[in-house]
């Protein structure tokens, strides 16, 4: 913990690169970079932009030119997708500290990352699968989430998964494994409500009961994304976090309910596949914004767990 603090210090003690831009309260987008050019055109936005720390790990070169770009006048979340939390080997310790480097360098609003594992011994999948909660599962998640924050020198967001396969083994349901990571770990929690509702209608729950459950005192971000709709083995209404097109309309309402419950917690529009023209994306985001704007009036919740 001592080296936990030193490093924190050592961060706030240190010239920031870029300036400091509140993100409070603003809706965001997923930074493409094909949107550049339409994005500079547009002037300066007004909310802030999450990019994949996966995408930008070489030293240099064309992404971090775009990316110095944004960050200059926006705020920015850094979204992890393979740090592999629920692996049961240890965290691939080049790939950690090239994400530290990430941090260090781009000094982002927001750093989150997974509930999944993606790695097995030399076996890589390009999948966010999921995890039996159990007290072992639980244990090996949190200690992966304390060495990430130590190295990172500051709190991270966890983000509740999309799942479609249930195990028998779990003990706890998926609240209440979330929770006790956070009260654990001390890290914040990135609520996905795209994923509430794709969980919740593949294996039949209530999204709403899912969310009055959720620690919602401890979200530092919410995500909101499209999904598609295929049929199983059996015919059945099978969901899938797709991240190719609109949010849903029962999205929104999910949406609307928990900041009204919270207050206006920045939130990103997800899109990474069959990907718009900057207008419309910009469009999905207004929509929050408008959103979050009608309930600013409501206390933010405390959210020093996720700077």
């Known amino acids: 913990m001592n080296a936990n603090l030193n490093r924190v210090a050592a961060s706030a003690a240190r010239t920031l ?34 990019i994949h720390a996966e995408n930008h790990m070489g030293a240099g070169g064309q992404p971090h030119r775009a990316l110095e770009t944004i960050r200059r006048d926006n705020p920015v979340s850094l979204h992890g997708v393979c740090m592999s939390l629920g692996a049961p080997q240890p965290l691939d310790k080049a790939h950690l500290e090239r994400f530290q480097s990430l941090v260090e360098r781009y000094e982002p609003a ?4 997974h509930l999944a594992w993606s790695t097995h ?5 390009n999948d966010l699968l999921p ?25 991270m967001l966890l983000e509740n998964p999309s799942t479609y396969v249930i195990f ?3 003990t706890m349901n998926e609240t209440e494994f979330i929770r006790a990571v956070a009260q654990r770990t001390g890290c914040g929690l990135l609520l996905d ?10 294996h039949g729950f209530s999204a709403l009961e ?37 949010v849903a309309d029962a999205v929104w309402k999910l949406f609307e309910i928990v900041i009204g419950k919270c207050g206006p917690i920045p939130t990103l529009i997800e899109w990474d596949s069959n990907i718009p023209d900057w207008p419309i994306l910009k469009a999905e985001a207004s929509a929050a914004q408008a959103i979050l704007d009608r309930h600013q009036a409501v206390s933010l919740p405390d959210q020093s767990h996720a700077a």
């Open 110 to 113: 927001l750093v989150s990352e």
């Open 193 to 202: 409500i795209n994923n509430v509702f794709v969980s919740a209608t593949n």
């Open 131 to 155: 995890l039996p909660y159990t007290e072992a599962t639980l244990a090996r998640v949190c200690e992966h989430i304390d060495e990430v924050q130590e190295t990172i020198g500051r709190p």
């Open 210 to 246: 899912y969310l009055s459950d959720f620690a919602l005192s401890r979200v530092g971000e919410i995500h909101l994304a499209g999904h598609a709709e295929q049929a199983d083995d059996e015919g059945d209404l099978l969901l899938i976090d797709s991240h190719d097109g609109p």
């Open 17 to 50: 690169r870029f300036p400091v831009h509140p993100v409070a309260g603003l809706a965001g987008t997923s930074f493409k970079h094909e949107h550049l050019p339409a994005i500079l055109a547009d002037g300066k936005p007004t909310g802030f932009f999450e």
């Open 168 to 170: 028998r083994e779990s």
């Open 121 to 125: 011994e030399t076996a890589y999948y």
